[in-house]
């Protein structure tokens, strides 16, 4: 089987995104980041899905982006948006796709494979420039140019399989792959036993995404 990395943040997308390179045929070592974001109860979710999902391995890589701070999610001072909002909303994280990613491309080229998928959508997404094709091109681009695997004729491809979907059809996608999305956890600003919100733009789109997919929502809500 081939190898790949799997960028896994233990929310619904990149849980479906490892079913689809499990059904793909591809050897899966997922891959979370606490990069210091509001709650842990995704990487606890993370680690469930990894072993739901079978998952060679799971591993966790600590990056603490407090320390830059200039986003919702890694600075206590500004606060989660409750309402939609014009533009990038604020919690938007500066480069954090961009780190992932390469974190995933350095672990890849130490196990060998030359595939790294992650989640990332355009369509019912937060308009993050960093979830744009065009940035996954540019990266891919990039890693063919910076390690040493490539250069020795091992290139890498980066898979964005959620990239057209709506999260309706991800939902849709990942029910049929058999994803138990009750072990997932979305929302921006959960408590630690993972109950969502229900009212920051990431809750909304995932409580949407069910109801258009005519999939019953297993998320646990505090409000509810």
Known sequence: ??????????????????????????????????YGQRHHAELAAAQRVARTLGAVEHRVVNIDLTGFGGSALTDNNIAVPQQPSAGIPL????????????????????????DIFIGVNAVDYSGYPDCRPAFIEAFERMANLATKAAIEGHAL????????????????????????????????????????????????????????????????????
């Not at 793909?24 to 980041?33: H, I």
């Not at 938007?92 to 494979?113: D, H, K």
């Open 1 to 34: 089987m081939k190898k790949a990395v799997v960028l896994l943040s233990g929310g619904l997308d990149s849980a479906t995104v490892l079913a689809m390179a499990r059904t793909q045929g591809f050897e899966c070592y997922a891959l979370s980041v606490d």
């Open 91 to 114: 919690t938007y994280v500066p480069a954090r796709n961009t780190i992932m990613l390469s974190l995933a491309l350095a672990w890849a080229e130490v196990l060998q494979a030359q």
């Open 157 to 224: 491809a980066l898979h964005a399989p959620l990239m057209h979907l709506s999260k309706a059809e991800i939902i849709r996608e990942g029910d049929a792959l058999g994803v138990d999305y009750a072990q997932t956890v979305s929302c921006y600003q959960a408590d630690e036993e993972g109950r969502a919100c229900g009212v920051c733009d990431s809750c909304r789109l995932r409580r949407a995404g069910f109801d258009a997919a005519g999939v019953k929502d297993p998320t646990p809500y505090r409000s509810a």
